[in-house]
């Protein structure tokens, strides 16, 4: 397929997997140049697959962003290991993401062992490489060149965007030639609602230090226009599962909650170019993690991926 320059016009799907919390969301909010993942110090926020779409004049390249792999420990655990293994499913490349601080573990044998049966090529992207000297940079190459054998090892900081550009270039490389699967200016192929909801649920995980990470959802209950304002209300309940858990998002004098929507407000009308109106409500659903229905009443469908 040409692009109007006669150039062949590539395009293909690439699976970002990794330990929770090496950098994987960074790396696509840098790559698409906006935020459609939540970025959080604490691991595995990111629960569904997020596809960000890159569009340049001869390729499009398809990124999904994986949950953390990692042993699962309730229901919710195990659907996100299944989304994180079944991207490795019909992808042209996988890039398998690792933090430079923290070296060669368990967690990434645990990894390395799912690529044995993969004929996709696989780039070991060594990312947040501005925190370590150069020295150590070239023993932990040496240590994964001999655990596996990788397409292309790149090391990089997605933070500070080092690097990047080269890996993009050479993920293009591996393309095949193929559609343009999006419009150019579409970066996800997520809707607003999910994103919204993901904005949200960032706010309340920066915010908040108790035990709150899994233990929480954002379901969003309506979105309408307010024509005669020319505003987006926005109605969205934060799902945990203890009366403390509520009492922490709510905050004294309903501060926390407050603050929570006010930053989140401020992306929300970056993503929708418009301003907006947004009320959080919270609600306990004992145990919700555990509960099939629970976890496909608030969006996490085994059978979509």
Known sequence: ???????????????????????????????????????????????????????????????????????PKHKLGDFMMKVAQNTLKEIDAVLFMVNAEEGYGRGEEFIIEKFKSLQTPVFLVINKIDKIHPDQLLSLIE??????????????????????????????????????????????????????????????????????????????????????????????????????????????QGGMLKEIGKRARIDIENLLGTKVFLELWVKVQKDWRNKLTQLRDFGFREDEY
Do not use: C, W
Request: hydrophobic share 35%; net charge positive; no cysteine.
């Open 143 to 252: 240590s994964y060149k001999e655990k596996y054998n990788f397409a292309e090892i790149v090391p990089i900081s997605a933070l500070q965007g080092n690097n990047v550009e080269r890996l993009l270039e050479q993920i293009k490389q591996y393309m095949p030639e193929g559609p343009q699967y999006y419009p150019a200016d579409q970066v996800t192929d997520h809707p607003e609602r999910f994103i919204i909801s993901e904005l949200i649920r960032e706010k309340a995980l920066h915010l908040t230090r108790e035990e709150i990470p899994h233990s929480l959802a954002v379901v969003i209950d309506k979105i309408e226009r307010m024509d005669e304002k020319n505003v987006i209300h926005v109605m969205a309940t934060v799902i945990v599962e203890r009366d403390s858990q509520k009492g922490i998002i709510i905050g004294k």
């Open 1 to 71: 397929m040409n692009n109007e320059t006669g150039k062949k016009f590539k395009s293909g799907f690439i699976s970002i997997i990794g330990r929770p919390n090496v950098g994987k969301s960074t790396f696509l909010n840098r790559v698409i140049g906006q935020k459609i993942a939540i970025m959080s110090d604490k691991p595995q926020t990111t629960r569904n697959k997020v596809q960000g779409v890159l569009t340049t004049n001869d390729a499009q390249l398809i990124f999904i962003d994986t949950p953390g792999i990692h042993k």
